[in-house]
């Protein structure tokens, strides 16, 4: 089984400029989440959706920050103008439909892409 | 805030020892669950334990949940150097999950 893919690995630009990263689940997950991981602390929940709806965005930056799941499968997450703070680890997860299954499920995370501001 | 507190932040034992980390919460959950992530990797999913379970075993791993007390422990016997990683404890609540600051855990060989 395929795992999540996300794309680039590794980003570097400068202050005010655009970046937007990928991500690509597990094939028949319906839920999708992007985290930011800043060094030397947990992981933070930025967006969640289930299949191409959002069921939680209260922790996305959405004057700079979007994310977009159009056709329920892959996704985009993008940053507009980046800030110094945005450094970090973006971690995109995919996990099964808990919400119709009834069972709590586990999720399975990507490589993550490592954004720089400079 | 939603995140818990996990303890220590670092633990360094020696390779053969076992290893405990515990995770406090705040708010009523449904399930937690402990994930992995060695260094420059993503999260690798360890072992879920539901609101209404007390322990849970998984090969080396044991998950223990107080309910009363808000709290987790994860325990790692028999550790190895690859067990070397950083330990998180997520926290599901409804449709959300929350991640504490984890614990980061040297064994050496």
């Known amino acids: 089984e395929a795992g999540v893919a996300q794309s680039p690995r590794y980003k570097i630009i400068e202050k005010r400029q655009s970046v937007a990263f990928w991500c690509n689940p597990i094939s028949g997950h319906a839920t999708l989440y992007w985290y930011q991981q800043i060094l030397g602390q947990g992981p933070k929940l930025l967006i969640q959706?289930?299949?191409?709806?959002?069921?939680?965005d209260s922790q996305l930056p959405k004057d700079r920050f979007s994310a977009e799941r159009l056709k329920g499968v892959d996704s985009t997450l993008k940053i507009q103008p980046a800030k110094l703070e945005d450094s970090a680890v973006y971690l995109c997860?995919?996990?099964?439909?808990?919400?119709?299954?009834?069972?709590?499920?586990?999720?399975?995370f990507g490589p993550g892409t490592r954004l720089t501001v400079l | 805030s939603q995140q818990g507190e996990e303890d220590p932040q670092a633990l360094s034992i020696q390779e053969g020892e076992n290893a405990t980390m515990n995770c406090s919460y705040k708010?009523?959950?449904?399930?937690l669950q402990w994930y992995r992530q060695n260094s420059g990797r993503g999260l690798v999913h360890l072992i879920l334990i539901r609101s209404n379970e007390r322990e849970k075993h998984s090969g080396r791993l044991r998950v223990t949940l107080d309910t009363s007390k808000k709290s987790s422990s994860l325990l790692i016997t028999a550790s190895r150097a690859a067990d070397t990683a950083s330990y998180f404890c997520?926290?599901?609540?409804?449709?959300?999950?929350?991640f504490g600051t984890g614990t980061s855990l040297t064994v050496i060989p």
């Open positions: 959706f289930q299949n191409n709806g959002v069921v939680d």
């Open positions: 708010t009523s959950i449904n399930n």
């Open positions: 997520a926290r599901n609540t409804g449709n959300q999950f929350y």
């Open positions: 997860a995919s996990s099964s439909n808990f919400l119709t299954s009834g069972r709590p499920a586990k999720q399975f």
